[in-house]
């Protein structure tokens, strides 16, 4: 057993911090004021080719693995949450499924202008009354003319009211439940197809969120994405592991930006006639911090190992995913005592990194529901989990 | 004239690192590293002058262990083809000499006409491996360039550096040691492409055997017998006014 990332992983990490360093992290604060999206960032991050991360090479891509991407996810949380989000969802939710069952024409179409950043993609999963329960999706598909007619309405869509197009989860056949939906391809222009309320969110701004609105959009069969309709949980199942192990490192990177900020604070904040650094109370919210930030860690990359090892996982990326975000909101709450009354000013940092750890609390899956699954898995199976 | 550039490149703590000092005065360093400042500098340098000369070959060189191949493999994501690291860990915070006494017998056999390196290292400051290696190697050096014009058919480079406020442009033939100040380039965040490709590249290293350098020369002169904390900066008082000031010398004794 070897716990350490690979020189190659090592170097590929801090090229990326540096991209962070140099590109986002001096326009954190701008973006995160305006809650605009950084469409300039967008360009350089592109002409980078880290929107192709993941892609194949053939396409624009660059064929990273696994752990690469992970990395990559973990170190862009360090600059800006919410740009994290625009372009995770781009390389991870927004285009996965448009590689992977998509037409050679729609990827032409799609996938090459995405890497290139010339077209925005997001995931539409979230309803009024569905999100973390897909079976509650209400969105319909239905067949008509070789085709298929999309009506409904998407919430809480990353990059929906900038997106060129979008992967819908909807329900093809109301009597099969979960078994009956599926994954469509809508793309900017079709007719019925239009975008709602944007959201002024308390986090991770800058990454423009909102509804999008499916009238009577008529699709050609070739949208539907997958092997034939019905498959959608099962489809989405793959993905949703790797989102939770994404939204892990997101808290991982966001909880120990806000710990390593509170440390300096606490070394230059004098009380009582010394650092306030040198007080045992102080000092234990640095080690509970870093307590908690090891074992995220290290339950986050196993569950992200497991994935690239092709192993069921879906439990360990589960408890990664709640671990590490509940360890952000209460790393964060912690540094934010350690800079006292400073850390309710919006001219320091801590401020941000409070905003942005609630985010992450609630993509993948909220709580609650997660605790439900894994406990059952736990009755059913005993301590494995399966 | 097709140019040969060398460029000399260092692996440091970053400057986020955080450095302590232990009670046995050795250095606690954290484990981030990058490639010195200077020395990236000096890598976009020899990148922005191929771009004028197209047919200029460019060979990075780093003295030391694993943290050399890191250097190596950021100025390979920069753009630059060929690297070579030069020794092993043994190599590993040598003094400025033992790392020129390498360099200088490696550029013996590559020959270059211009040689670029950082004008300090971004840990000890020290400035030395540049002038070293112009002072083995029997080439003018020109320190804390910051502007190049090379003019490769000429067989000339011009120059700008500055030195205590002043600026003073300067003209050499080949060949030529030059070290980078700020402002000479301003290293670009590689494309992920080439990221990948260095990570995955297998670096050329040559022992100091076959380099040839004797034992004498390749192991360090100076010997660092510890660190300190430089004294805590006494706590400073505000006066409004002479009158104040004054007063308060004469309350201290000081007048």
Known sequence: ?386 | MSLKIAVLVKQVPDHEAIVQIDADGTLDIEDRYVCSFFDEIAVEAALDIRKANADAEILALSVGGKRSVESLRRAMAMGIDQVEQLGDDSMDGADGLAVASLVAARLKTFNPDLVLAGKQAGDDDMGAVGPMVSGLMGMPLVNAATSIDVDADGGKVRMTHSMNAETWTVESGFPIVITAQKGLAEPHVPVVMRVMKAMRAKITNTSIEDLGVPASDSTGRLKRLGYYSPPTRPQVQMVSDVNELVAVLAQRGVI
């Not at chain 1, 300039?40 to 880290?50: H, I, P, S, T, V």
């Not at chain 1, 989000?85 to 448009?98: A, E």
């Not at chain 1, 069969?221 to 959608?232: A, K, T, V, Y």
């Open chain 1, 1 to 386: 057993m070897d716990f350490r990332f690979s020189e190659e992983h090592e170097f590929f990490r801090s090229a990326i911090r540096d991209a962070v360093d140099k590109l986002i992290r001096p326009k954190t604060q701008e973006i995160d004021e305006s809650n605009e999206f950084p469409a300039e960032l967008w360009k350089e991050f592109a002409q980078l080719g880290y929107l192709g991360l993941r892609h194949p090479e053939k396409y624009g891509g660059m064929d990273a693995d696994v752990m690469m991407s992970m990395i990559f996810y973990e170190e862009m949380a360090r600059g800006s949450c919410g740009f994290a989000m625009s372009v995770t969802m781009q390389i991870l939710m927004g285009t996965y499924f448009v590689e992977r069952f998509g037409s050679e024409e729609i990827k032409q179409r799609v996938l090459v202008p995405a890497i290139k950043g010339e077209k925005i993609g997001t995931i539409c999963f979230t309803e009024d009354q569905s999100g973390s329960d897909l079976s509650g999706t209400k969105t319909t598909a239905t067949a008509k003319d070789g085709g298929w007619v999309l009506n409904g309405r998407k919430q809480w869509i990353t990059n929906g009211p900038i997106c060129d197009f979008c992967t819908v989860l909807a329900q093809t056949d109301p009597s099969k439940g979960m078994d009956g939906l599926s994954f469509f391809l809508v793309e900017k222009g079709m007719d019925g197809f239009s975008t709602g309320q944007d959201l002024n969110k308390l986090g991770s701004r800058g990454s423009i969120t909102g509804e999008l609105i499916f009238d009577n959009v008529y699709l050609p069969d070739e949208n539907l994405l997958g092997d034939g309709p019905g498959n959608g949980v099962k489809l989405a199942t793959d993905i949703l592991n790797e989102v939770r192990v994404m939204t892990a490192l997101n808290a991982c990177a966001i909880a120990d930006e806000a710990m390593k900020d509170a440390r300096q604070f606490a070394l230059e904040r004098v009380s009582f006639g010394k650092p306030i650094a040198k007080y045992q109370l102080i000092r234990s919210k640095f080690a509970d911090h870093w307590v908690w930030h090891e074992a995220s860690r290290l339950l986050t990359y196993k569950a992200a190992w497991m994935i690239q090892e092709g192993m069921n996982c879906q439990f360990e990326c589960m408890m990664a995913k709640m671990f590490a975000t509940e360890m952000c909101v209460k790393s964060v709450d912690e540094a934010s005592r350690i800079y006292g009354g400073n850390s309710f000013a919006m001219e320091y940092p801590q401020q941000r990194f409070l905003r942005d750890s609630r985010f992450l609390l609630f993509g993948g899956g909220c709580h609650e529901v997660l605790r439900n699954a894994i406990g059952a898995a736990f009755i059913r199976a005993g301590k494995s989990g399966r």
